[in-house]
T-cell receptor, first 114, second 116 residues
Framework: GDSVTQMEGPVTLSEEACLTI???????????LFWYVQYPGEGLQLLLK?????DKGSNKGFEATYRKETTSFHLEKGSVQVSDSAVYFC?????????????FGGGTRLMVKP | DSGVTQTPKHLITATGQRVTLRCSPR?????VYWYQQSLDQGLQFLIQ???????AKGNILERFSAQQFPDLHSELNLSSLELGDSALYFC???????????????FGSGTRLTVV
């Protein structure tokens, strides 16, 4: 079945360091890809998305490019802030007649120290 | 505020009991999804409703059931509760059946269920 694999955390960085969180997927069709962020005590918020190959999603300094050839959607940020500390989830939607639910990776906790 | 409202925010109950979690979707959204987030299972899709009709089922136990009402709010019923049912239960909504073309889903803040 469809699945998403993320690097395990926690990832601990100093402020202004570069961030990469790896995400790869397995899908029988052509999914749309998402990154969601969960701040402590809150629900999931959409961070960015890409709906087709080579699309780049970006938001709040974060970027991810849909790479069909490597089935990847790695999350990157050039300079992290303490306020970026959260859990990040990579996810896909494969729209088909069986439904269009999000399939999530296991989540990666990011801790940014001042 | 995402626009998706879940109540209650916290629930503590004993094993064997039954609880009902409520979700009001964002205004205009017809589709509601329920997810369970636990430490060992991660985020698991439970069930989806669209405009009152069940659309898709995921890893939902037979002890769990859900429905979507004419006003589009949804309820998730959990019965014969076990310690392992302790988790964060999220509701999400989308305007139609193609959240992949839009912004995905909008999530509520969740209901934290603790079974003791």
């Amino acid at each position: 079945g469809d699945s998403v694999t993320q690097m395990e955390g926690p990832v601990t960085l100093s402020e202004e360091a570069c961030l990469t969180i790896n995400c790869t997927y397995t899908a029988t069709g052509y999914p749309s890809l998402f990154w969601y962020v969960q701040y402590p005590g809150e629900g999931l918020q959409l961070l960015l998305k890409a709906t087709k190959a080579d699309d780049k999603g970006s938001n709040k300094g974060f970027e991810a490019t849909y790479r069909k050839e490597t089935t990847s959607f790695h999350l990157e940020k050039g300079s992290v802030q303490v306020s970026d500390s959260a859990v990040y989830f990579c996810a896909l939607i494969l729209n088909n007649n069986a439904g269009n639910m999000l399939t999530f990776g296991g989540g990666t906790r990011l801790m940014v120290k001042p | 505020d995402s626009g998706v409202t879940q109540t209650p925010k916290h629930l503590i109950t004993a094993t064997g009991q039954r609880v009902t979690l409520r979700c009001s979707p964002r205004s205009g959204d017809l589709s509601v999804y329920w997810y369970q987030q636990s430490l060992d299972q991660g985020l698991q899709f439970l069930i989806q409703y669209y405009n009152g009709e069940e659309r898709a089922k995921g890893n939902i136990l037979e002890r769990f059931s859900a429905q979507q009402f004419p006003d589009l709010h949804s309820e998730l019923n959990l019965s014969s509760l076990e310690l392992g049912d302790s988790a964060l239960y999220f509701c999400a909504s989308s305007v139609d059946l193609r959240p992949d073309r839009g912004g995905g889903y909008t999530f509520g803040s969740g209901t934290r269920l603790t079974v003791v």
